[in-house]
Antibody, heavy 120, light 106 residues
């Protein structure tokens, strides 16, 4: 059973870059079944898909954030990462990594989530 | 962008009640819709995909139907462990979620 775990700073200053890593265990990040995804949830609000990356490097982003978001993958470490640049208080949220299965169109496995607060 | 309208935003029901949530999309998405359950402080859990296919291990009291722009999600007999917020998600064009429905016990 796949397990995902987010890691990274819980506090980021405005205008800086938010960086998170998701470590995958119980399976290989080179598994062709999944697209490795990032989703966030503003406090008390709904879910927002940020983007995903496939093991071969294919990437798709949410157009609303595309200019500030980047995802990358490190197959040697079984990890994938998220960067959000020029953050503001509006980027304060719980950030989840998850697996997206293209065949079902759904997010099957999720990390526990990590709260990132943007504040000076 | 495909807009998702989920209703109601919250509801109160008693144990054993039938609970129905609707999700409406701004354009035809076929059956490319999933449903998730999220309990406080936890990550969402996939319940259903392709509008009506139950994810492995999900109780059969959960069901879904619909296609095109109108979808429903039903809990046939509400159990205490079903208290959560439920989200729909479309995957026809990029990936977007509905606003959520919070289900509480009356």
């Amino acid at each position: 059973q796949l397990q995902l775990q987010e890691s990274g700073p819980g506090l980021v200053k405005p205008s800086q870059t938010l960086s998170l890593t998701c470590t995958v265990s119980g399976g290989s990040i080179s598994d062709a079944t999944y697209y490795w995804s990032w989703i966030r949830q503003h406090p008390g609000k709904g879910l927002e898909w940020l983007g995903y990356i496939y093991y071969n490097g294919y990437i798709s982003y949410n157009p609303s954030l595309k200019s500030r978001v980047s995802v990358s993958i490190d197959t040697s470490q079984n990890q994938f990462s998220l960067k959000v640049s020029s953050v503001t208080a509006a980027d304060t949220a719980v950030y989840y990594c998850a697996t997206y299965n293209y065949a079902t169109g759904s997010f099957h496995y999720w990390g526990q989530g990590t709260l990132v607060t943007v504040s000076s | 962008d495909i807009q998702m309208t989920q209703s109601p935003s919250s509801l109160s029901a008693s144990v054993g009640d039938r609970v129905t949530i609707t999700c409406q999309t701004s354009q035809d998405i076929g059956n490319y819709l999933s449903w998730y359950q999220q309990k406080p402080g936890k990550a969402p859990k996939l319940l259903m995909y392709d509008a009506s296919n139950l994810e492995t291990g999900v109780p059969s009291r959960f069901s879904g139907r619909g296609s095109g722009t109108d979808f429903t999600f039903t809990i046939s007999s509400l159990q205490p462990e079903d208290i959560a917020t439920y989200y729909c998600q479309q995957y026809d064009n990029l990936l977007t979620f509905g606003g959520g429905t919070k289900v509480e016990l009356k």
